[in-house]
């Protein structure tokens, strides 16, 4: 199966701590990485994954909090040392570029690439990048400030071709890319071959669904159905219930009923608050409710879509 | 003797590897912290070296590029969520507040505390802190941009009692702390005590200096004659010598010349090009010329003048 894995660089809350660094995750699918905000320390940690930095092209930022975006002058920098010619482009919602613009035109002004800003609203879902492997999709969540969660659907991978059956029916290669798309094949003789008996269905589309911060927010249940893999904040455990809803954030109860209700195959839960010196406590009122749980932690690696690992 | 110590909270130069973070140290002077430079990552380096944040009220940039300055803004909003209340003074070649104004009006709005930027000129030496403890002056150096390193030095100590004599004459208490300070004494009969005999001399005040980064520059030896630590950037190896020049750093062998050359006690090298794995041969060549160095690395604490740790 082709490559769609999560790679955690940091899972911490605003404040840091010895065990985590601010919000960063990647995306690889099929050796094409997308990046998931960008706290402090992004860079560092990407290293530390060995993914390639060339492979990234595309940052989405879920909002514009320090601790998930204060690492994108430092990884935009270096990607300029390491002499980067590839475009880069930056999605957020409104006002990063021109915050960011002093420092860069500063710090950065020998750039050997260009930064691309993109904007994106936060009220209503929107698909905000396509490609041949992935459409990715924002998820309107309710913060302090505006924010977004990021939905990744895998493109739907043609079907399978039947070999045996292709043999029978003498099909000509250049036939075989559009039986997998869906055609139906046509014979000589002018009989007509249905494509469900040349081709079997290939594996239906892979998800992952990245939902910090918001508060407990059922209206995002319905986009984020039966994903594969759920990235949902979990910054509270349910005792600091009052405060989760003050600073509109989530308790790892609440995310796993999120889960629950979604009907999602796995949940991962992070952006976890320095109060707790050990998550166990979220992992546990998570579990109870929704048993198919993981804790963040940095340097994870998740598959999306195989829960044997 | 009282605490006077250098951490290295990060001794990597512009490149991030997953061995180094960037420059950041603090030096803590009787439980009174100063940081020097603040690159990514200095506030979790800052956390995990157990200093406290409430000791720490002055950072002194040596020059505005990254990776000394882009963990400043971490750091600030940091201490804002934690309720500081304390003035931040940041110290730095002229355009840092300008630069970082945009992001901190929105990122850290709600500060509770205010940092207030203090500009120094690059080109002479120039005093630009002083207090009971300690005196830091600027040390011009030589690089792409204005730029300079920091000398710390002790204030001098009062000399030391000598007890049996204070009580052979009978001093009042009320005079023991003029004759501390370098006064005679007068007895009842009008006898003048010379306070040589009285007192015996303290230590003298240790003193520290940060050079980083700099071309190699034997115009800065007369100013860090006899310091017991001397931080010295080292960048590059011996063979990397064109390199060093064409991008103003410093070798390995020539750090160690400086400190040679100003006969100090023992020098530290950091600020590692990305390009060694090891920096074994750098700590090599410097100790050939200078055996008394050892290599920086991050969470090391080295005491200013006390060799035998």
């Known amino acids: 199966m082709e490559k769609f894995e999560l790679h955690i660089l940091g899972c911490g809350s605003a404040l840091p701590t010895t065990r985590h660094f601010a919000t960063s995750q990647v995306v690889n699918l099929r050796e094409k990485l997308f990046m998931i905000d960008c706290g402090e320390g992004a860079q560092m940690q990407l290293r530390r994954s060995r993914l390639k930095f060339s492979r990234l092209n595309h ?80 998820i309107p969540l309710q913060h302090r400030i505006p ?36 055609a139906d094949f046509v014979t000589a003789e002018g009989e007509v071959i249905p494509n469900h008996r040349l081709t079997r269905p290939s594996d239906p589309p892979r998800k992952y669904a990245y939902c910090s911060d918001t508060i407990y927010r059922k209206e995002i249940i319905s986009q984020i159905q039966g994903v594969n893999l759920l990235f949902h904040e979990a910054t509270f455990a349910q005792a600091d219930l009052a405060r989760a809803k003050e600073t509109y954030h989530t308790t790892a109860m609440q995310a796993a009923q ?9 949940l991962v839960i992070g952006h976890f608050s320095a109060r707790y010196e050990d998550e166990q406590l979220l992992l546990e009122e998570a579990s109870a409710i929704f048993p198919q749980t993981v804790l963040a932690k940095e340097n994870l690696c998740l598959p999306v879509g195989q829960t044997n690992c």
């Not at 957020?92 to 609203?121: D, I, Q, R, W």
């Not at 079907?159 to 043999?167: A, G, L, P, T, V």
Request: proline share 5%; hydrophobic share 40%.
């Open 147 to 182: 924010c977004c969660g990021f939905l990744f659907e895998e493109q739907p991978l043609p079907n399978h071709i039947i070999r045996e059956m292709i043999d029978f029916y003498q099909v000509p290669v250049y036939e075989l890319n559009r039986i997998k798309n869906g």
């Open 59 to 138: 940052i989405f930022i879920s909002h514009l909090h320090g601790d998930h975006c204060f690492g994108l002058l430092g990884l935009i920098s270096t990607f300029g040392l390491l002499g980067r010619t590839a475009e880069l482009h930056i999605h957020s919602p409104k006002g990063l570029e021109e915050l960011l613009a002093p420092m860069l035109g500063y710090f950065c002004k020998t750039l050997t690439y260009n930064v691309v800003f993109h904007e994106f609203e936060t009220k209503e879902p929107m698909l905000i990048y396509e490609d041949r492997s992935v459409k990715i999709s924002t």
């Open 258 to 266: 999120i889960a629950l209700s979604a009907n999602v195959e796995r």
